[in-house]
């Protein structure tokens, strides 16, 4: 290290560059690890036939976890309250899939692909219905996905310019008001134009135009402040552990490309659980599933607002032992 400091390179700057190259190895690594090989496990499905079900739930691999409902309506009703991915319906002559691009196209492809097997086995024909189709402008139902990540981006982001011109630590609560409360300012406008640029490019959901404005500045208020939260107990760590959250773990298990149950066990667990993940199945229910299971995604987002601010203000003005640890290793 003497070495690198006689020609002006701090030990700061060599541990700044290594936590770089170790977030782009993270980033590689996760998105690698969740989307290299997609498979099914346990997708959620009905039908209306007992003998379906057991044939269902034997398949090798439990890619599908079937339930048996009475009937048509009750498989409807299902999708609709997004309890099962989709459904199979025996009739007398010819069956009926029924399935809702809108949870997922590759979901959508994976059971017409499994019940496609099953029917050249068993010699049955089946006609496939979409009951929750995409619109014209989204054929791959990625807007959503793209609409939180671009609000992930922007909330810590901001978070990460306001340290960066005015310090990483609030020097007093006040000054925490002042910037939560810029930051509050700031998702509110961020959620306004972002559901308008989504709107104008994809269109079609005119009348959800409110509730995706208050999910988007829900979004960006609770990365924000969760990225404050951080900044303020690590210093200029916090950014690459917002980095690291909601992107190198957060993009990948958001359920954006591949649905949940199509991901790893890891991604899996995890994507309910993080912002980019919450606001895409907000987004789902708010856009094409009449806000069903909408509660979860948005105590979730609610808890990264509340717990970030709060943090922020308690932490506002001291130098937390982690934080003053880092900051003696960069001078030196």
Excluded: C
Excluded at 181 to 196: C, D, F
Excluded at 264 to 291: E, H, K, M, Q, T
């Amino acid at each position: 290290m003497r070495w690198l400091a006689d020609r002006g390179v701090s030990t700061r700057s060599v541990a700044l560059v290594i936590g770089v190259l170790l977030l782009q190895a993270g980033f590689i690594a996760s998105y690698l690890a969740a989307f290299h090989e997609p498979k099914p496990h346990e997708v959620a499905v009905v039908t209306t036939n007992d003998q379906v079900a057991q044939q269902l739930n034997g398949l090798s691999g439990d890619p599908l976890k079937a339930t048996l409902v009475a009937d048509r309506a009750a498989a409807l009703q299902k999708i609709d309250d997004q309890d099962a991915y989709g459904a199979y319906v025996v009739g007398p002559q010819n069956d009926e899939l029924i399935v809702a691009s809108a949870a997922g196209v590759a979901v959508t492809t994976t059971l017409e692909e499994i019940f496609g097997q099953l029917a050249r086995q068993t010699g049955r024909k089946f006609t496939v219905t979409d009951v929750k189709p995409l619109p014209s402008g989204d054929p791959r139902g990625l807007s959503g996905f793209y609409l939180v990540v671009g609000w992930t981006v922007g909330g810590y982001l901001v978070a990460s310019a306001l340290s960066v011109s005015l310090g990483a630590r609030p020097s007093t609560r006040q000054r925490a008001v002042v910037r939560l409360g810029a930051l509050a300012a700031y998702a509110l406008v961020s959620g306004i134009v972002g559901a308008w640029i989504s709107y104008a490019i994809v269109g079609g959901m005119p009348h959800h135009y409110v509730g995706l404005a208050a999910l988007g500045a829900l979004l960006v208020f609770g990365v924000g402040a969760a990225t404050m939260a951080l900044q303020v107990v690590s210093g200029i760590v916090g950014i690459g552990l917002a980095v690291l959250l909601f992107v190198i773990l957060g993009n990948p298990s958001a359920g954006g490309a591949y649905a949940w149950p199509l991901l790893p066990g890891f991604w899996r667990a995890i994507g309910p659980w993080l912002p980019p993940g919450a606001g895409l199945a907000a987004f789902r229910s708010i856009v094409y599933f009449g806000n069903s299971k909408l509660l979860m995604p948005v105590l979730v987002l609610t808890a990264y607002a509340v717990v970030g601010a709060v943090a922020t203000l308690l932490l506002a003005g001291r130098r937390p032992h982690l934080a003053t640890e880092i900051d003696e290793f960069g001078a030196a």
